[in-house]
């Protein structure tokens, strides 16, 4: 098999140390560093010369960084890619480049529903620092609304349906599968909105779909849950909607709701990422490998 002659990760790739070592195996020279660069100027003196590069999905490489780094053949994704939109990589001037771009996918997503589940029932049953309402409830018949349904929404909405409740969803695309198989009801967002008790949101990383009108139509004495990697509302409406008595608010990560919501008695806010359990980097390693292995042998 080719090697490459230097690979670089730019910021920490989230793979296990003997995954680190299977991958410094396919190149010649290999540079992992440990900290997220603070800018475009670091991250390109961290890439220099070498014509494979590693990122999570904090860091950044757009076309500064291309036009600098001009030995850049490959560039390893080791998080969730979907549309050259929602990319913390410039897709397009890559390609310009003939640089490939290769991005996993569906590596976490059993973390994700086991934590939506726990976290929900956490709450209804009042077995933590707060209950939803006045007596302990169960998840059956509570009407949940699912906001994009890629793999993980799509996941959570069957994980929801085996508990009983009633799963309605807001899709770019409808799925009349989901709809006709699995009994769930498909709403327009406005719709959707005061229709559902809880909402779920499972969008690509850039994308804002709730704002002020949005948290007005949901309502209140409700709970909204986002297991993005970034937000899907205006953090300033968010805030304003979860000052309202009755309202709580998930997510796994704090930058899945955004720091000025953070430390509210109505928010519950994780650490880690649920998606980036010891098997889901497993699953990740796998896939990162698999793509430079069919880049280097084509």
Same mark, same amino acid.
């Given at each position: 098999m080719n090697k490459f002659k230097k690979m670089v990760?730019? *910021? !920490?790739?989230?793979?296990?140390p003997e995954w680190d070592e299977k991958l410094e195996a396919l190149a010649e020279e290999a540079i992992?560093? *440990?900290?997220? !660069?603070?800018?475009t100027k670091t991250i390109i003196e961290r890439i220099g010369d070498a014509d494979c590069v590693l990122l999570s999905f904090t860091s950044f490489i757009n076309q500064e960084v291309l036009e600098a780094c001009p030995n850049i053949r490959y560039?390893?994704?080791?998080? /969730?890619?979907? /549309? !050259?939109?929602?990319?913390?990589?410039?897709?397009r001037y890559a390609k310009e480049k003939g640089i490939l771009v290769t991005g996993v996918?569906?590596?976490?997503? *059993?973390?994700?529903?086991?934590?939506?589940?726990s976290e929900l029932v956490r709450l209804l049953q009042g077995r933590g620092t707060a209950m939803w309402k006045e007596e302990p409830m169960e998840l059956t018949d509570v009407k949940v609304g699912i906001?994009?349904?890629?793999?993980?929404?799509?996941?959570?909405?069957?994980?929801m349906k085996f508990f009983n409740m009633d799963v309605n969803y807001y899709s770019r695309t409808r799925k009349p599968m989901l709809? *006709?198989?699995?009994?769930?009801?498909?709403? !327009?967002?406005?719709q959707l909105l005061p229709e559902v008790?809880?909402?779920?949101?499972?969008?690509?990383?850039?994308?804002?779909?709730?704002?002020e009108k949005a948290f007005e139509l949901f309502g209140v004495g409700k709970i909204l849950m986002n297991v993005s990697i970034a937000p899907s509302h205006e953090i300033p409406a968010l805030k304003q909607w979860l000052e309202k008595p009755g309202n709580f608010g998930f997510s796994d990560t704090e930058a899945g709701l955004g720091e000025a919501v953070i430390g509210m008695k109505n928010v519950f806010a994780g650490k880690n990422n649920a998606g980036l359990t010891s098997m889901a980097k497993v699953r990740l390693a796998q896939k990162v490998i698999q793509n430079i292995e069919t880049f280097l042998n084509d």
């Amino acid at each position: 098999m080719n090697k490459f002659k230097k690979m670089v990760a730019i *910021e !920490p790739t989230k793979l296990l140390p003997e995954w680190d070592e299977k991958l410094e195996a396919l190149a010649e020279e290999a540079i992992f560093y *440990e900290d997220i !660069p603070a800018d475009t100027k670091t991250i390109i003196e961290r890439i220099g010369d070498a014509d494979c590069v590693l990122l999570s999905f904090t860091s950044f490489i757009n076309q500064e960084v291309l036009e600098a780094c001009p030995n850049i053949r490959y560039i390893g994704l080791c998080a /969730s890619l979907y /549309s !050259p939109e929602n990319a913390n990589v410039d897709i397009r001037y890559a390609k310009e480049k003939g640089i490939l771009v290769t991005g996993v996918r569906d590596y976490g997503d *059993e973390g994700v529903k086991e934590y939506a589940i726990s976290e929900l029932v956490r709450l209804l049953q009042g077995r933590g620092t707060a209950m939803w309402k006045e007596e302990p409830m169960e998840l059956t018949d509570v009407k949940v609304g699912i906001v994009g349904m890629g793999t993980v929404g799509s996941l959570l909405a069957k994980t929801m349906k085996f508990f009983n409740m009633d799963v309605n969803y807001y899709s770019r695309t409808r799925k009349p599968m989901l709809e *006709e198989d699995w009994s769930m009801t498909y709403y !327009p967002l406005d719709q959707l909105l005061p229709e559902v008790d809880i909402l779920i949101t499972c969008l690509n990383k850039n994308v804002v779909l709730l704002d002020e009108k949005a948290f007005e139509l949901f309502g209140v004495g409700k709970i909204l849950m986002n297991v993005s990697i970034a937000p899907s509302h205006e953090i300033p409406a968010l805030k304003q909607w979860l000052e309202k008595p009755g309202n709580f608010g998930f997510s796994d990560t704090e930058a899945g709701l955004g720091e000025a919501v953070i430390g509210m008695k109505n928010v519950f806010a994780g650490k880690n990422n649920a998606g980036l359990t010891s098997m889901a980097k497993v699953r990740l390693a796998q896939k990162v490998i698999q793509n430079i292995e069919t880049f280097l042998n084509d």
